[in-house]
């Protein structure tokens, strides 16, 4: 039986030669699967988050009936939306009216997986980094998929041959595209002091101070086109339940109205990160003695919290003032912003 | 060519594909498990319970299409910022006032407007 | 395996151009032209030029086929009025044809410039800030005029008639 056991060492030494050859290739693969399975299962987490935390700030209890401590809320209504029917109406276009919530859950996935968590460490010899993608223009990435992530809206308001689903479409689109600009030329400030795209650069660079409070205005206009980029309130305008009949998603039902609110929430986390990352100095921990990834983790679920705190507290804001502020306000101030920080570091 | 270029593309591509995997997934799980009970009231267009009239030909304010033409004359200004900010520090100062007078432009424009009033009113 | 990825994204751009034209819908046409467009930033990408290819989704993707998007959301009536057929439209099809061929041998013909290489992709990014800035300053100032004069147009365009449309 001696050649059996030769075989056996042959095959693995052939096994540990081919995945240690490829081994970049399979350690990126296995990274952008966790990537992917991690946001796919931190949006119940934050599904429960929200409704408990709703439910603190406006005197209640959230779910406390599904498991301990409502855990298993997310699961049931999961569950729930599965089982629901699909209606689609005859006249909507059947390909489009599928596809668009396959994009907005897509631009979101997307967009996160070129989020970092933390350094890179080594683990046999291999330095792995805590990323999906080590894009080099990551920022640019993050911003040009955000912008493919408004056809999901568009697609969703155009196929649903509905004219609350249309206007509702063009509304969120106009919305969405407005606060982009603000989103985009604010963040354009913090890359004159790290002077790179990358976003691995930009934690680096606030390792003695995080930007935060060298440019607490970059922030505040940062922190507010995120969360109108987002459609979260006080800007959610498009997707509330009393105005234009629930909008662009009006006509959807089952998981596919789950898809809208999975990418909408994937989308929280990744504009959550990338405030983290610009500002408040990503998973440097200043001093405090805990692990870089919890303190990136702490901070990213500060940020959730502070998104949800605004929900509760601001009142949804009028379509015609919300494109006035986006336009006449944040625009100006951003590139005021940018001016300011342009001047101070050229002097 | 670069390789760890093409694995990070690669890596981004593979983690979008697993999850339009996952979506086809839930999307086929949907398919089999919801009830089918077709009727006539679900093929009609929802307009708060009745039924629908008019074919959509509402009058939509001329607002949206410029603010869209506004958002792709400031995402150019953006595209060209971006490469400046980024060798901000390496560039003479000479590069500092043409920058100037590119944003002083299209501040211009955008006081312009202002002024007209088309910013108003979404 | 860059000429296979190139024929791939070249081919998903004949395709989705193809579809642009063919189909009937305008919905659909404006999806497929944006197909296309995100195929000819996959062919930036494939020749490693990322910032291209990154503008290239930004601004053709992200804006300009959501202009095209909102004036079809804003114009949207009965949809699928008939397409007529007539003779008319094989002679425009030919014309274009012919337009196409004088292109494509004004691109065979000319010499390109092939810039140098830069290896590193964070000093590639520098040296298209550098070039823009010494090489490129009257194009790039030119550029904002001519986004002013769009802006200015576009503000005329959509003005409520005042001084009598």
Same mark, same amino acid.
């Given at each position: !039986? ?33 990537? +992917?399975?991690?946001?796919?299962? *931190? ?32 699961? +049931? ?22 596809? +668009? ?9 997307? +967009? ?34 955000? $912008? ?20 509702? $479409? ?5 919305? !969405? ?90 989308? !929280? *986390? ?78 | ?38 009727? #006539? ?47 901000? #520090? ?33 | ?8 994204? =070249? ?25 296309? /467009? ?13 910032? /291209?290819? /990154? ?7 992200? =804006? ?66 550098? =070039? ?34």
């Amino acid at each position: !039986m001696d050649w059996v056991t030769k075989f056996l060492d042959e095959l693995w030494d052939f096994i540990v030669q081919s995945l240690s050859d490829n081994v970049p290739l399979i350690v990126g693969s296995v990274k952008a699967i966790v990537i +992917a399975v991690a946001v796919m299962s *931190v949006v119940p987490g934050l599904v429960w988050l929200e409704r408990r935390l709703m439910g603190r700030f406006q005197v209640r209890l959230g779910p406390n009936r599904v498991g301990p401590f409502g855990f298993g809320q997310p699961m +049931a209504d999961t569950i729930k939306l599965l089982f629901k029917e699909s209606i689609i109406q005859s006249s909507a276009d059947k390909f489009l009216f599928h596809l +668009a919530p396959a994009v907005v859950v897509f631009t979101a996935i997307v +967009a996160f997986a070129v989020i970092p968590f933390g350094a890179p460490f080594e683990v046999f010899g291999q330095s792995i980094e805590l990323w999906g993608a080590n894009v080099n223009s990551g920022i640019l990435f993050v911003f040009a998929i955000s $912008g493919m992530g408004i056809y999901g809206m568009v697609i969703a308001g155009l196929s649903s041959n509905n004219k609350y689903s249309l206007m509702g $479409g063009l509304r969120s689109s106009a919305q !969405m595209i407005s606060y982009e600009l603000s989103l985009g030329l604010s963040a354009l400030s913090i890359i004159v002091l790290t002077g790179s795209l990358s976003l691995m650069d930009m934690v680096v660079a606030q390792e003695s101070v995080p930007f935060i409070l060298i440019q607490p205005l970059a922030f505040l206009l940062f922190f507010i086109a995120g969360v109108a980029e987002t459609n979260r309130a006080p800007f959610d305008l498009p997707e509330a339940e009393q105005e234009l009949v629930a909008g662009f998603h009006t006509e959807y039902t089952g998981m596919k109205f789950a898809m809208f609110f999975m990418g909408e929430y994937i989308n !929280m *986390v990744t504009m959550s990160a990338l405030v983290t990352l610009l500002f408040l100095g990503g998973w440097n921990t200043y001093g405090i003695p805990i692990w870089p990834i919890l303190a990136f983790a702490a901070k990213v679920v500060f940020l959730l919290c502070v998104f949800i705190w605004l929900r509760s507290t601001f009142p949804r804001i009028r379509y015609d003032r919300l494109m006035t502020f986006g336009w006449k306000v944040l625009l100006p101030l951003c590139l005021l912003n940018l001016l300011i920080t342009g001047t101070l570091k050229v002097l | 060519m670069p390789t760890d270029y093409a694995f990070n593309y690669t890596a981004v591509i593979v983690a979008a594909g697993f999850g339009f995997g996952g979506i086809g997934f839930t999307f086929i799980l949907s398919r089999l498990l919801a009830p089918k009970r077709p009727s #006539l009231m679900q093929t009609i267009a929802y307009e708060c319970g009745i039924i629908p009239e008019g074919q959509g030909n509402t009058k939509y304010n001329i607002r949206y299409y410029l603010f869209a033409l506004f958002f792709l004359i400031f995402a150019v200004e953006a595209v060209f910022m971006f490469p400046w900010v980024v060798v901000f #520090l390496a560039l003479p100062s000479s590069a500092f006032i043409s920058m100037m007078i590119f944003l002083a432009i299209l501040i211009f424009g955008l006081a312009y407007a202002w002024r007209k009033g088309v910013l108003q009113w979404r | 395996m860059q000429l296979f990825l190139t024929s791939l994204t =070249a081919s998903i751009i004949l395709f989705s151009s193809l579809g642009v034209v063919l189909t009937r819908n305008v919905v659909h046409a404006a999806i497929f032209l944006l197909v296309t /467009l995100i195929g000819v930033s996959a062919l930036f990408l494939v020749q490693l030029a990322e910032f /291209l290819a /990154l503008v290239q989704i930004l601004i053709y993707a992200g =804006a300009v086929i959501i202009v095209l998007m909102f004036s079809i959301m804003l114009t949207r009536e009965t949809e699928q009025t008939a397409v007529s057929n007539n003779t008319g439209k094989l002679m425009l099809g030919g014309v274009s044809l012919l337009v196409f061929a004088g292109f494509c041998f004004a691109i065979f013909m000319t010499d390109w410039i092939i810039a140098d290489y830069v290896s590193n992709e964070a000093g590639r990014f520098v040296a298209l800030g550098k =070039a823009l800035f010494s090489d490129f300053l009257v194009p790039f100032e030119i550029a904002s005029l001519v986004l002013l004069v769009a802006l200015v147009g576009a503000v005329i365009l959509t003005r409520e008639g005042r001084e009598g449309a």
